[in-house]
């Protein structure tokens, strides 16, 4: 690619939302969209089964806005959403952001460099908590920031190769989708139910495996900062992500394997929550606030992920899992036949 390609790259930002209660964050996040030093091509709000949401965002919004309003034409979810998304979009480099986040001036600039090189098929970036209450709980490890959507520590920092990238905060290829098609329905959030995820994971494994030579990359210069709620701060919150993590991943793993699947996962068991318990007890110790309470947490959270996978796991095994499906994407602004 010329440099002159590089730069005419084009990018639409895909926004999926399910409800009112967000409307003020929708509203943020799509001003946040077209306050970008490298103006995106087209923001798509994808409303996720609600009528009056989608009435109310189409008298909001005019296409000639740059915005447009579309229902997910496919199951209730948030992976069926984006696949609507990317069926409808226009431009060359897809990015995702989550409906209660807002992103920084720079944010598709950095995505938009990364793909300088043609091998690059998917650029992450760093996701910031804005926490309810004003700061951290005392109690809530670091290690631990996925479980609200944000990036966590043990993350390797500046740019780098990674795995796969996280979904509230991504950006890909649209080639990458005919190469492996889209999101796996079955697999990910609907709305207010068990918070399940690994819908990214998933998918990047299964282009890794179509296209040996891709490159996926998160640049931590590409930053979103991400509401967290009230209800989010409170271990009951916590221990529920952490379980449903655990299901997820044993749907990643029957899709993709244990190897793939686990193989980020057990740097991070063996390597990151160790060091992190280490300074929780440190701090205890030294009598800093908290440090008890995330020693504990990072204890519990692996529990309640074990538990999980292992549930998920036998379930998978007597043919009870829940069913996902991969979708191709259609060009023609409709989704596929699940595969």
């Known amino acids: 690619m010329t440099e002159s390609q590089h730069a005419r790259m084009t990018t639409s930002v895909v926004i999926c939302v399910y409800t009112e209660e967000r409307w003020t964050d929708i509203l943020a996040a ?15 709000l994808v409303v996720d089964h609600n009528p009056a949401l989608l009435d109310r965002l189409t008298r909001e919004y005019k296409e000639t806005d740059g915005v447009r309003v579309l229902a997910n034409r ?3 979810g948030l992976s069926a959403g984006r696949n609507t998304g990317i069926a409808a979009a226009h431009g060359e480099i897809l990015a995702f952001l989550d409906d209660d986040a807002v992103a920084e001036r720079d944010w598709l600039r ?5 793909y300088a090189d043609p091998d690059v098929m998917a650029v992450g ?3 910031e908590p804005i926490w309810a209450s004003g700061r951290r709980p005392a109690w809530f490890p670091e290690e631990f920031d996925w479980v609200v959507g944000c990036t966590y520590k043990g993350l390797p920092p500046g740019k780098v190769r990674v795995r796969n990238v996280l979904g509230g905060n991504a950006s890909f290829r649209r080639t990458a989708f005919d190469v492996a098609g889209g999101f796996a329905t079955g697999i990910g959030r609907d709305g207010d139910k068990r918070p399940l995820g690994c819908e990214e994971t998933e998918l990047c494994i299964r282009l890794s495996r179509a296209r040996p030579d891709a490159v996926l990359l998160v640049d931590d210069r590409a930053v979103i900062h991400h509401r967290v709620p009230a209800g989010r701060e409170r271990f009951a919150y916590f221990r529920t992500r952490t379980y449903a993590e655990g299901l997820s991943k044993a749907l990643v793993a029957r899709s993709v394997g244990a190897g793939k699947g686990l193989e980020s996962e057990r740097a991070y068991t063996s390597k990151v929550l160790p060091a992190g318990v280490a300074r929780g007890v440190r701090d205890f110790v030294l009598a800093r606030p908290g440090g008890a309470g995330r020693a504990g947490a990072i204890v519990a959270g692996v529990a309640a992920a074990a538990g999980g996978y292992v549930l998920g796991s036998l379930r998978t095994r007597g043919g009870n899992a829940a ?17």
């Not at 950095?110 to 990364?114: E, I, R």
């Open 30 to 44: 799509v001003d946040s969209v077209r306050a970008q030093s490298r103006p995106a091509l087209e923001t798509l």
């Open 74 to 76: 496919g199951p209730r």
């Open 110 to 114: 950095w995505f938009v460099a990364g």
């Open 125 to 127: 970036g760093r996701t």
């Open 323 to 339: 069913t996902f499906s991969v979708v191709e994407i259609d060009r023609g602004d409709a989704l596929g036949e699940a595969a």
